[in-house]
C-alpha cells in the first residue's frame, strides 16, 4: 500500500497532455480524530466534465466501466457496434475517428501497458463525450493500484476471454494498418529518446509524490501500521506493524529502482514483437528541433530504407500506407530559414518506421 501508484499514473496521463483527475495527499482528521493519509482528487462526472470542457452537465455522456454513469449510451454502443464489425478498412477507421479521440485512446491503453495494469477485464475507467457538441470520447484512468510489479509483468491486453469494452475496442482498431502506425507513433514519442515514459522521467514522476510521501507514511503506520495482521502476518511479535523503513520504503525503493530501471526496454520489446513498434529504427535529425542558426542546414539519417519527410507538419504517409502529396524524398541536408514543423519516416518496401518530428524556429 504505498498510496501513490493511482495519482502517479493519472498524472503521467496530464503531462501527455491529456485531461485526468488531479489530486494531492492530505492528513485526514475525522472530528479531531487522525484518520490517515487520502489522496483528494477530482471525481470523474458530469460536473467534471462540465468544469474540464465547459458547457453544463447534462451536455455529456460519462461511461463508467462500459455502463452508462450518465447522459445516453447511444454512441457508446455506435463505437461498440463499429469495433465489432471490423476496424481494418480505412473507411472505418475514419469513421471510428469521429467517435473517438485516437490519441487520448492511444495513450490511456499504452500509460494501462506500461504500469502492467491488471485489471483489464471489466477495469476501472472513464469515458467522456461532449453530447452537444458532436466530440469524441476520451478515456480516463481510474483506481490504478494494482499496478507497478515486477518489470517482467505482462504488457499487452488478454486476447481471449475478456469482456472489457477498452479491450474489445483495442483489439479492433489493431485491424487498422493506420492505427498501428498511430500506435507505434506514440510508442515511439512517449518511450524513446525523453519521452514521459521513460526511466528518468518516470522516476522524477514518482519522486513528486513519493519525496513527501515517505515522511507522512509514518504518522499513516501509526494509525493503520497492524491492519489486518491476523489475516497478513509480517512477523512474530503480537505489537509488530507494518512500517515506513520495513515495508514502505522498500516496496517504493522497488519501484524505483528495478521498476522504472527496466520496464520501458522490456515494454518496447514486447511490442516489438507483436508487431505493435517497428523493428526498423526511425530516422534521427542531426539536431532535435530548436532555434535556428545562420546557415544551418538539417541532416537526416537512418540505418536502413528511403527517408521521407514534410515541411509542412503533415505526416509523410497517408493512412492507406501511401507516401502523402507533400512528402519529399531526403537526398541532401535540408535547409531552414523559418520556423518549421519537420517530420520524417524511413521506409523499407512498404513498410514505414515511427514518425520522428522536430520544431525548429
Known amino acids: 500500500g504505498l498510496l501513490i501508484r493511482d495519482q502517479w499514473v493519472r498524472q503521467t496521463m496530464l503531462e501527455m497532455g491529456h485531461a485526468a483527475a488531479r489530486g494531492r495527499f492530505v492528513h485526514l482528521y475525522l472530528n479531531g480524530q487522525y484518520w490517515g493519509i487520502y489522496n483528494l482528487a477530482e471525481d470523474i462526472d458530469d ?9 453544463s452537465k447534462s451536455d ?44 487520448n485512446f492511444i495513450d490511456f491503453v499504452l500509460v494501462r501497458m506500461f504500469v502492467g495494469d491488471r485489471d483489464w477485464n471489466g477495469g476501472d475507467w472513464y469515458a467522456i463525450r461532449d453530447r452537444i457538441g458532436d466530440g469524441p470520447f476520451r478515456f480516463f484512468t481510474w483506481d ?28 479492433a482498431l489493431q485491424e487498422s494498418p493506420a492505427f498501428r502506425r498511430a500506435f507505434a507513433d506514440r510508442v515511439q514519442r512517449h518511450l524513446r529518446l525523453d519521452g514521459l515514459l521513460t526511466p528518468e522521467r518516470n522516476i522524477a514522476r514518482w519522486d513528486r509524490y ?88 538539417l541532416a537526416i539519417t537512418a540505418p536502413e530504407g528511403e527517408i521521407y519527410y514534410t515541411l509542412d507538419g503533415l505526416d509523410p504517409v497517408n493512412a492507406d500506407g501511401s507516401v502523402a502529396d507533400t512528402a519529399i524524398r531526403y537526398e541532401a541536408a535540408i535547409e531552414l530559414t523559418q520556423d518549421t514543423v519537420v517530420q520524417a519516416r524511413a521506409r523499407v518496401a512498404e513498410q514505414w518506421s515511427a514518425l520522428v518530428s522536430a520544431t525548429f524556429y
Open 47 to 55: 460536473a467534471y466534465a462540465a468544469i474540464q470542457y465547459g458547457g
Open 60 to 103: 455529456y455522456d460519462v461511461i463508467d466501466s462500459g455502463r452508462l454513469d450518465s447522459g445516453e449510451l447511444s454512441t457508446w454502443q455506435t463505437v461498440l457496434d463499429l469495433a465489432a464489425g471490423g476496424i481494418q478498412d480505412p473507411e472505418a477507421y475514419t469513421q471510428v475517428q469521429q467517435y473517438v479521440d485516437l490519441q
Open 144 to 171: 490504478s493500484e494494482d499496478v507497478l510489479p515486477e518489470s517482467a509483468a505482462a504488457v499487452l491486453p488478454p486476447t481471449v476471454g475478456s469482456t472489457d469494452s477498452i479491450v474489445l475496442l483495442w483489439q
Open 210 to 297: 513519493a519525496t513527501p510521501v515517505s515522511a507522512a507514511i509514518v504518522a499513516e503506520s501509526a494509525r493503520w501500521g497492524d491492519y489486518r495482521r491476523d489475516v497478513q502476518p509480517i512477523g512474530e511479535g503480537p505489537h509488530e506493524l507494518y512500517t515506513a523503513d520495513d515495508h514502505w520504503r522498500i516496496e517504493a525503493d522497488r519501484v524505483r529502482g528495478e521498476f522504472f530501471a527496466h520496464r520501458t526496454e522490456h515494454v518496447l520489446a514486447v511490442l516489438r514483437d507483436a508487431g505493435l513498434y517497428p523493428t526498423m529504427a526511425p530516422p534521427t535529425f542531426s539536431q532535435p528541433g530548436g532555434t535556428l542558426t545562420e546557415g544551418f542546414a
